[in-house]
């Protein structure tokens, strides 16, 4: 089947429980990885791309990657979305260029021009039978190469939600509940520690996502920042040649929880950050003398699968559903 948008899969998803993956990718291998993980549990998906992804991969290769994927997976109904679209342009070269879902990410300008710029992406992007993505609230952490420190960031306020969604025409909306982007979510004070000495971050807001989905009923809620930074593969970052202290994620029951309420669509990228770097890195350490691209990047992809089956059976609950 060609791209689809977000909007039957997240109905769907809404009324059974469960979340939709989005899953950034930045070159071949990534694209492979989540797919063919996709692929074999009969996962519906969103691939994303950011405005970093672009500049880095190229705007036509990553849509003829995502193209190749849905040539090479035609049961599994695929999305392409722009993740962290920075400005009305840029969504606008992605809807002319392809893609079937757009975010706008206004959230760190006044609430009034969050909305403006919002519902004009809203306008051109539904003209163009593409969904839209808004967001309230700030995270913390890094995106796009800004960092957002704690005391920056702060939770959605769920007294504007119903304002915002009807003044903008959004189709899902991303909410700031105690997630966060990147591998350093937490700082080493904002945790507790568990008996085997590893950080346990503060648990995210449910009352907060609570609130949003009784004043939106049976609207899509985004999760952002919810790479879970399995400590296996810090381990193994850090055990060859890596420095990574302190790396701390969302627990997995946390995500799976969220995914049973409103929240339908939940961002990973990080964690596909680090099960390649980690693979990428044992194999040199075990293996100085090789270097044809292809002999590390092919555990690498390998792992990137394996650790995308997990999500989607255990974490967002959508294996079966495409
Ligand atoms: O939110 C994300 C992309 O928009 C990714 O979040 P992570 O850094 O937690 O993977
Ligand atoms: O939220 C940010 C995503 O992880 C994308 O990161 P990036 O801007 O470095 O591509
Ligand atoms: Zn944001
Ligand atoms: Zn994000």
């Known amino acids: 089947m060609p791209l689809v948008t977000t909007k039957e899969m997240f109905r769907k998803a ?39 992804a672009r500049a880095y991969a190229n705007h036509t290769y990553l849509v003829k990657l995502v193209e190749a994927a849905v040539i090479e997976c035609p049961e599994i109904p695929i999305a392409l979305h ?11 070269s992605c809807i002319d260029g392809g893609f079937t879902s757009v975010m706008i990410d206004a959230s760190s300008k006044p609430f009034a021009e969050n909305i403006e710029i919002t519902r004009k992406v809203v306008e051109y ?4 039978g593409v969904v839209v993505e808004a967001e309230l609230g700030a995270l913390a952490g890094i995106e796009d190469d800004v960092q957002v420190s704690a005391e920056e960031s702060h939770y959605t306020h ?13 189709d899902s909306l991303a909410i700031a509940i105690g997630t966060s982007h990147g591998a350093y979510k937490f700082t080493a004070d904002q945790c507790t520690r568990n008996e085997k000495g590893e950080l346990v971050p503060p648990p995210l807001r449910f009352d907060i996502l609570d609130e ?7 609207f899509p809620i985004v999760l952002h920042g919810s790479s879970s930074v399995p400590q296996e593969y810090v381990k193994m970052i850090n055990e060859n040649g890596g420095k990574m202290p302190d790396a701390v994620g969302i627990p997995e029951e946390q995500l ?34 090789k270097f044809d691209p292809r002999e590390y990047l092919k555990p690498a992809r390998a792992n ?13 609950g959508c294996d079966g559903k495409a």
């Open 304 to 316: 990137i699968k394996e650790m995308v089956k997990h999500k989607l059976i255990h974490v967002l």
């Open 256 to 289: 799976r929880q969220a995914a049973r309420l409103a929240v339908c669509k939940i961002n990973i990228d990080s964690d596909l950050r680090l099960a390649m770097t980690g693979t990428i890195r044992q194999f040199f350490a075990e293996h100085p003398d």
């Open 82 to 92: 722009l993740d962290h679209g920075p400005d009305f342009e840029t969504c606008k």
């Open 125 to 128: 992007a539904h003209d163009h």
């Open 14 to 52: 809404y009324d059974g429980g469960y979340a939709i993956g989005a899953f950034n990718v930045n070159n071949m291998e990534i694209v492979q990885g989540i797919t063919e993980a996709a692929r074999e549990v009969r996962a519906p998906m969103i691939l994303q791309v950011s405005k970093g």
């Open 158 to 170: 769920p007294e504007e939600v119903e304002e915002f969604v009807s003044k903008t025409g959004c």
């Open 212 to 218: 949003v989905s009784k004043r939106l009923p049976g």
